[in-house]
């Protein structure tokens, strides 16, 4: 019986004194109005704030290391705005709920951040697409660091890529700076997303008449002492047709660097055109054949009568 009445006394001393006091410090602060509208802010509330801070920025930072562990060091420090952007409206998200638990009205608050919200989206709706777009580049890897892509008819090499934009260098070493949306709106040629190695051709013509085996082994010949030419997979010539004005076959060879293409192919067709000049073999223009008809004097005193008689003559 003593050991009872001690328990409901230590129960009480808990309950009326300990969480009582704790109950009276947490309820202490600044209290406004009564019912419905009334308004309570106190170190309860603040504290629950300050905790909601701590966790809400603990779970942002578990939820970070748990998308990027597997990404490399600079696709980490590009999801860092992004991260912290979405940090920040936590924050707010968790401000909005502890004004609501305070009691102030946040129904104007959340319609205002609503409409200005949908505002921000219309006008940046362009700026969001690239954020999106360069978020799907480094979760996928479908575009890397030295992929050489062809976008709007501009060849170029990437070196750098960021969550708005991506930029490469041209040919001519001229920066282009392509929004990262067009990677996944627009149709892109990546000339290296599979392997180093692409088919390059230089389009020949020669005049009717010229040795098409002589023409091929002379084509071989330069695809096989050119540097730059893989030796594997092996360089081939194709007759590829019968032209107006020539006969077309296309020397079609592989580059390990498709980036400097165009000065291999420049060194190929300086070549060809040496080699056609030593052995006579020509490389024609477009002709076209002109037929002149000279009217007689009977043909023109036909025409003069045959206006007449539709009453063509002069008045």
Known sequence: MMIQDNTEKIKEIIEDDIWGAVKDFLDFGFHYGTGEKSI?????????????????????????????????????LKFAS????????????????????????ITILITASAALFVGLGLALQELFQDIIGGI????????????????????????????????????DDKIIIIPNHKFISDIVYNYTQNHKTTRETVKIGVAYGSDTQLVTTILETILQNQKGVLKSPKPFILFDDFGDSALLFSANFFISDSFSDPRIKSEIRYKIDAEFKQKNITIPFPQRDVHIFQQTPFQHSNIQNSDKEWGLGDD
């Open 82 to 105: 992004i991260f912290k952007f979405i940090k920040y409206v936590v924050y707010i998200v968790v401000i909005l709920f502890t004004m609501s638990a305070a009691g102030i009205n």
């Open 136 to 171: 799907f580049i480094i979760l996928d890897k479908s575009l890397r660091v030295g992929d050489i892509v062809e976008i709007d008819g501009k060849v170029g090499k990437v070196f750098e890529i960021k969550l708005r934009t991506t930029r490469a260098i041209t040919r």
């Open 40 to 76: 309570h802010i106190t170190i309860g509330l603040l504290l629950l704030l300050v905790t909601a801070f701590i966790v809400s920025s603990f779970f942002m930072k578990w939820v970070r290391r748990f998308f990027t562990r597997n990404m490399e060091t600079d696709d980490k």
